[in-house]
């Protein structure tokens, strides 16, 4: 069963995809997508790191997410944060747009041939003005397709706004 959860940033998504992950008896694995490029994202990942308990098992996975995935465990559930740091993680790792297409392709396998329940959490950033620059513009298309791929191959759908979960599927 996978779960996408999406939304903008701060709607509590994150704590959505934890409470959803420890409803399912046994260990539960995370991915984690981010990397402490500096001080602010260094105490971010500690802080969620410190929400966790003993259940969990993280795996740093800023690139490599479908592998990460796929070399699990069976048992307990799977929480991946993020597809948006994955996604920027990809562009500035050099991989074009086919390359990202392709890992998001690898991603819906990898998942698919799992029987562990997955929350997948990710930011919904097509939202607000077109980007001024090439990059950032890149940037939201290619999130944008990568949330439509998983949301097309998943079993649910939330949109939190504000704290509240919508169901979309």
Known sequence: MIHLVTGGARSGKSRLALTLAEAVAGPIDFIATAEAHDADMAERIRNHRAERGARYRTVEAPVAVPEAVAALPEGGAVVIDCLTLWCANLIFAGHDDDAIGASTAALVTALKGRRRPT????????????????????YRDELGRMNQRLAAEADRVSLMVAGIALTLR
């Open 119 to 138: 929350v997948v959490v990710t930011n919904e950033v097509g939202l607000g003005i077109v980007p001024g620059d090439a990059l950032s513009r890149r």
